[in-house]
Nanobody, 115 residues
Framework: QAQLVESGGGSVQAGGSLRLSCAASNNILSINTVAWYRQAPGNQRELVANIARGGSTNYADSVKGRFTISRDNAKNMVYLQMNSLTPEDTAVYYC?????????WGRGTQVTVSS
């Protein structure tokens, strides 16, 4: 069973940038649509962005123009470049994909943005 591992989270000041990475133990990220979700304390988990196998992308309105999702199929990696961060972006960010009808989630990486 594939495992997803996120990295790249941390603490930044408002206006700063972070790049999150998602890695998998097999090629699951290179052959399926992959999404980034986030969950802030007391809030439901929400979709941030996703990227299809062919490269088409979708973004939540709240991050459009600031975040960029990308993938490197050769490396089985998916990234989330986050710019112009605000305190409202503070959350645990999760990588997610579906393969063979099964949902896969990473354990998440914490992003904290201070004002």
């Amino acid at each position: 069973q594939a495992q997803l591992v996120e990295s790249g989270g941390g603490s930044v000041q408002a206006g700063g940038s972070l790049r999150l990475s998602c890695a998998a133990s097999n090629n699951i990220l290179s052959i399926n649509t992959v999404a980034w979700y986030r969950q802030a304390p007391g809030n439901q988990r929400e979709l941030v962005a996703n990227i299809a196998r062919g490269g088409s992308t979708n973004y939540a309105d709240s991050v459009k123009g600031r975040f960029t999702i990308s993938r490197d199929n050769a490396k089985n990696m998916v990234y989330l470049q986050m710019n112009s961060l605000t305190p409202e972006d503070t959350a645990v960010y999760y990588c997610q994909t579906i393969s063979g009808g099964m949902w896969y989630w990473g354990r998440g990486t914490q992003v904290t943005v201070s004002s």
